[in-house]
């Protein structure tokens, strides 16, 4: 749930966050738009911060590795609980001097993960830092990788984005990356994250102002340099607090932990995707993940971006635009918007079909190649009618 509702943070703005902690929990892994969001919030971390003055720990659960001392294995002698209090000391610790101000823990022995918080200043400017540690079933720690890389820069705008195998197997991601992805401020976000092959996760994000949100850019960069991020979600102190960790319930057959039938996959939605489109555009870029893929075409008349999500068990979802009950049940919606993510001039056409049975095919194309960036063409690649004729098409239920 907590990877799912950080992809539908990547998909609107979170101007209301109680309403994005409402809707995550209501629709759990169901997305309307699901996108690398390794640059934006909307983790379940949320929900431990609410209490602690709107303080936001977003950008967290994104994979992992181990570096100083070796976290896979926490020792069996730690303690059955931390209190949000020693979390604190254990980052402040851990930090290269400085100070650490306007601090907020949670412990373990709750329903949410372990985190520390604090506004941290080295002398050279404010800036929000942030720790989360969890832990996942290992069953699933491929699966979580697989879906929690660096993505494609066509859908998430970042600086440099790496990840890393370990020598003891972990797997870390550093990203540099902005707090929206479409550069409408200046405030930067930069994460750490570890997984490691057992499963558990240390998280780190830290900003270049003295809140994630609202607040205004206080230094030109975040002050913990990619080798103190990985010194840091590598410590060996955290090895007492990820022992306090209960064990997490096993996900469902195929690694992934959601009760209903998985998203096709998404070599598969690729590669429907790529045989729709008609035969005179040529593909410059293309990604994909479970349910989703897209793909950057041209015409000759400038670049265009096309996405699609295929999705099951979302009856509850009403396609915006004009609206149309096809005779077998299927709701159709069409519509033509502006674009939502600070590109001048972008467009964004949609199909959008909705069978009965909670089956969900929607399809959009842009006049930009991406979204963040102006318009690089008057309309769309497709037309309404070419991507409502893909929307229908009854290929897509045969996704394995």
Same mark, same amino acid.
């Given at each position: 749930? =907590?990877?799912s509702?950080?992809?539908t943070?990547?998909?609107?703005q979170?101007?209301?966050r ?5 809707g995550?929990?209501r629709? &759990? ?8 969001t ?18 936001y ?5 994104? &994979?992992?590795?181990v ?9 069996k ?18 930090l290269?001097g ?18 520390a ?6 002398g ?22 697989k879906e ?29 990356g ?6 409408r ?7 750490a ?5 057992q499963?558990?996760?240390?998280d ?6 003295a ?8 230094r ?7 080798a103190?991020?990985?010194?840091l979600?590598?410590a &060996?102190e955290w ?13 469902s ?35 994909s ?6 793909a ?9 971006l ?7 068990k979302?009856?509850?979802v ?7 009950t096809?005779p077998n049940?299927t ?6 918007? =502006? ?7 972008v467009?964004?056409?949609?199909a ?12 959009s ?19 309404l ?14 996704l394995r």
């Amino acid at each position: 749930m =907590s990877d799912s509702l950080r992809r539908t943070g990547d998909s609107f703005q979170l101007e209301d966050r109680p309403a994005l902690v409402e809707g995550g929990l209501r629709r &759990g892994r169901r997305t309307i738009l699901r996108r690398r969001t390794a640059a934006v919030t909307g983790s379940v971390v949320a929900l431990a911060l609410v209490g602690f003055g709107g303080a936001y720990a977003g950008g967290m659960f994104d &994979g992992g590795g181990v570096h100083r001392v070796s976290v896979a294995a926490p020792s069996k002698s730690g303690p059955l609980t931390v209190t949000g209090d020693q979390m604190v000391k254990t980052l402040k610790s851990l930090l290269p001097g400085g100070k650490l101000t306007k601090t907020a823990g949670r412990g373990s022995g709750g329903t949410v993960p372990p985190l520390a918080y604090g506004v941290y200043d080295d002398g050279k400017g404010k800036s929000a830092i942030s720790l989360v540690v969890d832990r996942i079933e290992p069953s699933a720690v491929a699966q979580f990788k697989k879906e929690s890389g660096c993505g494609s820069a066509v859908l998430v705008r970042h600086d440099s984005c790496t990840a890393e195998t370990l020598a003891d197997g972990s797997w870390l991601k550093i990203d540099k990356g902005y707090e929206y992805p479409d550069h409408r401020t200046e405030t930067k976000d930069w994460t750490a994250s570890l997984i490691t092959p057992q499963g558990y996760r240390v998280d780190v994000s830290e900003w270049n102002a003295a809140a994630e949100k609202g607040a205004p850019v206080s230094r030109p960069e975040p002050p913990l340099s990619s080798a103190q991020l990985k010194s840091l979600v590598t410590a &060996g102190e955290w090895k007492p607090v990820l022992a306090t960790l209960p064990a997490p319930k096993k996900p469902s057959a195929g690694g992934v932990p959601d009760s209903g039938t998985p998203d096709p996959s998404a070599a598969s939605v690729q590669k429907a995707l790529l045989r729709s489109l008609p035969k005179n555009l040529k593909v410059s870029g293309r990604g994909s993940q479970d349910g989703y893929a897209f793909a950057v075409v041209n015409d000759g008349k400038g670049e265009s971006l096309i996405q699609i999500n295929v999705q099951r068990k979302m009856s509850d979802v009403t396609p915006q635009g004009d609206r149309t009950t096809l005779p077998n049940g299927t709701v159709l919606g069409l519509s033509k918007q =502006s674009g939502e993510k600070g590109g001048a001039g972008v467009v964004r056409w949609t199909a959008d079909a909705v069978a009965p049975d909670g089956f969900r095919v929607v399809i959009s194309a842009f006049n930009t190649g991406d979204q963040a960036s102006a318009a690089t063409r008057a309309e769309p690649a497709l037309t309404l009618a070419e991507l409502k004729k893909i929307a229908l098409d009854p290929k897509w239920r045969k996704l394995r």
